[in-house]
């Protein structure tokens, strides 16, 4: 349950951080009329049909993927992926407009002002009951301190909120994304790790990023590991 309470304080952090969410009517009607447009000219043979190969843009599923984050990183992952024959083709007006389509898709209010791409990095994605803790099966990243426990186990202690992995694949790390890791503070988390391997072992009380799969049984979250790397040599004082 404590795990819960902190995940909870996790996500209202993150929450404070947009100046709005998607349930205040973030979008125009007529702009989601133009997206559904642009959605059925440009995406819909890939994510509907018989034939379709692309995930749902509706429902439980998609928004446990993106939610408890801004729009930025969906914007950026359509702007940047799709559509899937011609990636990057359009211009950011008609990602934004299928942006619309797909929040009004899903249910959430119009309002009276356009979503534009300088908005998406202030506005939230949340589900109809507001902030929640990251779904049961999310990846995640997550900066804390390697701990070796009793019977060969393995923790991450001292460990910050989990943060969502955005991507489908996950192939290790970047440089960057290991600088952003290494300047991240400690937490007061604590996550039973597993899938440790003997090589990332040899890293114990090193500050290390983690990433792997969120898995939540009886309030207690733990990580089955994906890649572990270490950011810094010792985990401070």
Request: charged letters at 20%.
């Amino acid at each position: 349950m404590a795990v819960a309470m902190v995940l909870v304080a996790g996500v209202a952090t993150s929450f404070a951080q947009a100046s709005t969410t998607v349930l205040e009517g973030v979008y125009t009607s007529a702009q989601a009329s133009r997206g559904e447009a642009a959605y059925v000219t440009h995406c819909s043979s890939c994510h509907e049909g018989q034939d379709a190969d692309g995930p749902q843009l509706m429902g439980r599923l998609f928004l446990d993927r993106w939610r408890e984050d801004t729009l930025a990183p969906l914007f950026t992952f359509i702007k940047t992926r799709m559509p899937g024959n011609r990636p990057g083709t359009l211009d950011d007006r008609l990602y934004v407009d299928i942006m619309a389509h797909i929040l009004q898709a899903n249910d959430f209010p119009a309002g009276e002002r356009e979503l534009t791409a300088g908005l998406v990095e202030r506005i939230q994605l949340i589900g109809p009951e507001g902030p929640r803790p990251l779904a049961n099966l999310t990846i995640v990243r997550v900066v804390g301190c390697l701990s070796p426990e009793a019977n060969n186990a393995w923790s991450l202690v001292r460990a910050g909120n989990p943060r969502p992995v955005r991507e489908r694949i996950v192939n290790g790390t970047t440089p960057d994304e290991l600088k952003l890791s290494a300047a991240q503070p400690l937490g007061g988390q604590a996550f039973p790790l597993r899938s440790v391997t003997e090589a990332s072992a040899a890293l114990a009380g090193h500050k290390v990023q983690v990433k792997g799969v969120l898995t939540r049984q009886n309030a207690i979250d733990r990580i089955n590991v994906m890649s572990l790397d270490s950011v810094a040599e010792m985990c401070g004082g």
